[in-house]
């Protein structure tokens, strides 16, 4: 491996934009460290000599990224493959194969495709969710709940069910922030979002003119459960992280009714009328199986 300026790398291509992986092995020996990534990332370039172990090293996380981001950007732009091909400067099978993962392309490649569907080249290799690049703090989020006179379309159950929701997990993060536990917070925030993404998938399936591609995870997979799996272990490892507060003796958050009251005196309402009403719904579940 040598430095760009070295005179044997004219009309090479640079290692990491085609191969962003974390260890990049030739002959099963690592040669390059996924720590010196963004270091070198733009002045390692390959030599003939390591290009062929190079093609036997597995690439998938990102690749399997690119490629359907590729796919699915095209079809957003509703042009055929040919017509992409053609405005791209290369033939429909080797954009057939960019798009299916069979091959790589190069950095020129990823740059005209970047200015061709309008994002950055970190949207296009799954670096970000942000067509644009940019990342998003925590403190930018954006809070609907902030807003006094938010209304939202579908009427006052759409309402009053948004600020349910947002009210109690709003006292269920805050009750978390004061375990200490980053792991408890995390895996929390990862059940929700699965119970999110699933009622989000089913709303945006519903229609049949919706791409489905939109979705990472293959329909078959989604279809068989897997984001519920997801959502098991999430639970699982909720509560580990708990009982690891638990046997630490760390300290946890008292929950009386008096507390609550007092530290969430509006909040702490919402949470009741969803304890409440969940409660009353699966007592109702096991009441009608009772009956038969």
Known sequence: ??????????????????????????????????????????????????????????????????????????????????????????????????????????????????????????????????????????EELYDLSDEKDNSLRGGVLALLSKKLLVNSIGVLFDLLAKTGSREAIRTCANYLSGAVYKMYRRLYQANPANNPDFFSVPPHLFEGGLADADMSCSESEFSAALAAQVKEKAPLPELSNDILARDYPVLYQSLLQIVHNTGERVNGLLEGRKSK
């Open 1 to 138: 491996m040598v430095a760009f300026s070295d005179p044997k790398c004219k009309g090479l291509s640079p290692v990491f934009p085609v191969y962003p992986v974390k260890n990049l092995c030739s002959a099963g020996t690592k040669f390059f460290s996924f720590a010196l990534y963004d270091k070198y990332r733009f002045q390692v370039y390959y030599t003939k000599c390591i290009v062929a172990p190079l093609e036997r090293v597995e690439v998938r996380d990102m690749n399997e990224e690119f490629s359907r981001t590729l796919s699915l950007l095209r079809q957003e732009k509703r042009v055929s493959q040919r017509t992409a091909a053609t405005a791209l400067g290369i033939s429909q099978a080797l954009l057939s194969h960019y798009e299916n993962g069979i091959r790589e392309p190069g950095l020129p490649f990823v740059v005209r495709a970047c200015d061709y569907y309008g994002v950055s080249a970190d949207f296009l290799l799954g670096r970000t969710l942000s067509r644009d690049g940019t990342t998003i703090a925590p």
